[in-house]
């Protein structure tokens, strides 16, 4: 039988403005992971950008798999994206900010293992 375990996947604070990996899907983790909701937080006083791609089986992050490129964020704003991401191992969600130490990314959802 399946057991979904709800939480927090994932927290990053890019230091730069390369990518940064949020959330990978563990080997453990059989029977997938749905990610409910990512949130972005502006923590600086002006406004930025930010990308978001879900790499399949660890696929390079390009605009091909990005479901959020250079989306704009107030300065100290929060979005959150309710979206119902459905990942397989080895999956990888990856993230990147136009400004090093301004934006917070978060995922949550459950992590299902057979």
């Excluded at 990996?21 to 006083?45: D, E, K, M, Q, R």
């Excluded at 696929?59 to 990942?87: M, P």
């Amino acid at each position: 039988m399946a057991t979904a375990t709800y939480k927090l996947l994932g927290i990053v604070s890019p230091t730069d403005t390369n990518n940064a990996n949020l959330y990978t899907v563990g080997s453990g983790v059989t029977g997938g992971c749905v990610v409910s909701t990512i949130a972005i937080a502006n923590t600086i006083g002006s406004a930025y950008t930010y990308r978001i791609f879900i790499r399949d089986a660890g696929a390079s992050a390009a605009q091909s798999n990005a479901i959020a490129y250079d989306v704009a964020i107030a300065a100290s704003d929060t979005v959150a994206l309710t979206l119902g991401i459905t990942l397989e191992p080895t999956d990888i969600i990856t993230v990147r900010s136009s400004q090093a130490n301004a934006l917070n990314f978060f995922a949550f959802g459950s992590e299902i293992v057979n």
